[in-house]
């Protein structure tokens, strides 16, 4: 009687997995080839990573992170904390993160503080236990004891958004004062002479963008401030309405409004075609951030253009060399900002 062939089934471990051993003697590479073409799949050529991706799946291989940190030192895990994910500029931001962290092979952390300093401690004490190679803060802003625990591992820190100058602080950003100052100064240049403040949430970068259209417009002589409205609430187009109609009680004579972020700005100008205001004739309304949909607003909204990818994308470099144990020839990268004109204005 002829016997048919048994096909070898690949060999498991004694929790029944496929090993990384098994998918390198198949393939016909060393372990360690195998292990960095997951770790860092950057290192091994294209059609060797190919070959072993395609084996692992065969086999149904599932990476052990976990064997792999022992292997290396390393966890292979980044802490990424933004304040919001309801926030495009902080989505955007994590985009960047990613595009510069996924083909090193690593893996984000992702924690939301909802702009609180106390939900930031407790986020990073918690992702502490995962022992990270590196952490990615939104801003710099953050309590005396989160600073005390961050230094106390001493693992590498970036902080995304803003900018400093200390020794030994690493940031990627741009400057908020200096971007309101810019939108405080375009709205002058439009003779624009009684200026209206408008924000909400009151984070640090709030706070810094009303500075700088406060200094703006104290070096004009033109300061007032019963011009200024400040709320914690969370932003939102609707807040906008809201803070629209409360302005012009406050002060009925102003003829423009730099509202802190677009969201604001658009609901503000969506109140603005309710009431028959006309805009900009006689109220000119600017925002901050250029969301996408402001360049298609009716009238399209003037605003400031920030570079939030590409602050992802360096910041992640950033952290990835400094977690390389190599010197980051610029600790404080300044990318700057875009003032964008448009209609409302």
Known sequence: MNEQPIKAKAR??????????DVARRVGVSSITVSRAFR??????????????RVADEMGYVSNRAA?????????????????????????????????????GYQMLLGVTNYSSEEEEALVRAYLAFD??????????????????????????????????????????FSQEAAAEAMTEHLLAQGRTRIAFVGSQLDSRTLA???????????????????ELMVPDPSSVALG??????????????????FCNDDLAQG?????????????????IGGFNDLPSSACTVPALSS????????????????????????VARPHVDLGFALKPRQST
């Open 241 to 258: 309405g809201i803070l629209l109609e409360r302005i012009l009680q406050q002060a009925p004579d102003i003829d423009a409004i730099f």
């Open 304 to 327: 400031v253009a920030t570079p939030r990818f590409e602050i992802g994308v360096r910041a992640a470099d950033m952290l990835l060399t400094l977690m390389d144990g190599r010197t």
């Open 132 to 173: 990270p190679d590196g952490i990615l803060l939104t801003g710099m802003n953050y309590r005396e004891s989160t600073r005390r625990l961050i230094e106390r591992v001493r693992v590498p820190v970036v902080h995304m958004m803003e900018l400093s100058d200390r020794d030994g602080v690493y940031s990627v950003g």
């Open 40 to 53: 860092r799949p950057d290192k091994v050529a294209d059609e060797v990573r190919e070959r072993i991706q």
């Open 209 to 227: 963008r009303n500075r700088g259209y406060r200094d703006t417009l104290i070096r004009a002589g033109l300061y007032e401030p019963r011009r």
């Open 68 to 104: 792999s940190s022992l292997a290396s030192a390393r966890s292979m895990n980044i802490v990424v904390l933004v304040p919001s994910l309801r926030n495009m500029v902080f989505v955007e931001t994590l985009d960047g993160v990613e595009k510069a962290l996924r083909p090193k």
């Open 268 to 284: 503000g100008l969506f109140e603005c075609q309710r009431k028959g205001v006309a805009v900009p004739e006689q109220l000119a």
């Open 12 to 21: 498991a471990s004694s929790t029944g997995r496929v090993t990384l051993d």
